[in-house]
Protein backbone atom coordinates (compact mmCIF):
# COMPACT_ATOMS: atom_id res chain seq x y z
CA UNK A 1 0.00 0.00 0.00
CA UNK A 2 1.71 3.25 -1.01
CA UNK A 3 0.90 6.34 1.07
CA UNK A 4 0.75 9.64 -1.12
CA UNK A 5 2.18 12.63 0.71
CA UNK A 6 0.73 15.45 1.63
CA UNK A 7 2.72 18.01 -1.02
CA UNK A 8 0.71 20.89 -1.39
CA UNK A 9 1.97 24.01 -3.82
CA UNK A 10 1.29 27.08 -1.79
CA UNK A 11 0.46 29.96 -4.14
CA UNK A 12 1.99 33.10 -4.03
CA UNK A 13 -0.36 36.01 -2.26
CA UNK A 14 -1.86 38.05 -5.05
CA UNK A 15 -2.98 41.91 -5.35
CA UNK A 16 -4.77 44.32 -7.48
CA UNK A 17 -3.07 46.96 -8.90
CA UNK A 18 -5.47 49.85 -10.22
CA UNK A 19 -4.90 51.22 -14.20
CA UNK A 20 -6.90 52.37 -16.97
CA UNK A 21 -8.72 49.70 -19.13
CA UNK A 22 -6.96 50.93 -22.18
CA UNK A 23 -3.71 49.75 -20.31
CA UNK A 24 -4.89 46.57 -18.98
CA UNK A 25 -6.01 45.50 -22.48
CA UNK A 26 -2.28 47.05 -23.48
CA UNK A 27 -0.67 44.88 -21.06
CA UNK A 28 -2.81 41.42 -21.66
CA UNK A 29 -2.22 41.81 -25.10
CA UNK A 30 1.75 42.54 -25.08
CA UNK A 31 1.85 38.99 -22.69
CA UNK A 32 0.08 37.14 -24.83
CA UNK A 33 1.55 38.54 -27.60
CA UNK A 34 5.38 37.46 -26.36
CA UNK A 35 4.27 34.07 -24.87
CA UNK A 36 4.12 34.67 -21.52
CA UNK A 37 2.28 32.51 -19.13
CA UNK A 38 0.96 35.22 -17.27
CA UNK A 39 0.54 39.04 -17.22
CA UNK A 40 2.60 38.25 -13.77
CA UNK A 41 5.57 36.78 -14.97
CA UNK A 42 5.69 39.73 -17.99
CA UNK A 43 5.36 42.16 -15.47
CA UNK A 44 8.52 40.98 -13.45
CA UNK A 45 10.47 40.42 -16.92
CA UNK A 46 9.90 43.58 -17.57
CA UNK A 47 10.53 45.63 -14.25
CA UNK A 48 14.00 43.11 -13.85
CA UNK A 49 14.92 44.60 -17.11
CA UNK A 50 14.45 48.21 -16.32
CA UNK A 51 16.36 47.44 -12.79
CA UNK A 52 18.93 46.39 -15.39
CA UNK A 53 19.10 49.80 -16.97
CA UNK A 54 19.34 51.84 -13.30
CA UNK A 55 22.27 53.53 -12.18
CA UNK A 56 23.37 51.88 -8.53
CA UNK A 57 21.63 55.27 -6.80
CA UNK A 58 18.07 54.15 -8.75
CA UNK A 59 18.50 50.75 -7.78
CA UNK A 60 19.65 51.60 -3.90
CA UNK A 61 16.70 54.09 -4.07
CA UNK A 62 13.90 51.89 -5.42
CA UNK A 63 15.76 49.10 -2.71
CA UNK A 64 14.46 51.34 0.08
CA UNK A 65 11.05 51.96 -1.46
CA UNK A 66 10.10 49.02 -1.96
CA UNK A 67 11.95 47.67 1.74
CA UNK A 68 8.84 50.42 2.82
CA UNK A 69 5.93 49.12 0.30
CA UNK A 70 6.66 45.56 2.16
CA UNK A 71 6.74 46.70 5.41
CA UNK A 72 3.52 48.53 5.35
CA UNK A 73 1.90 45.16 3.80
CA UNK A 74 2.91 43.19 6.90
CA UNK A 75 1.38 45.19 9.37
Known sequence: ?????????SKPKTTTIRC????????NAL????????????LEHTINS?????TNEERAEYRTVKKIYTSRRSK
Open 1 to 9: MKVKANTKK
Open 31 to 42: SAVLNFKSVDEM
Open 20 to 27: SVETADMV
Open 50 to 54: TLEGL
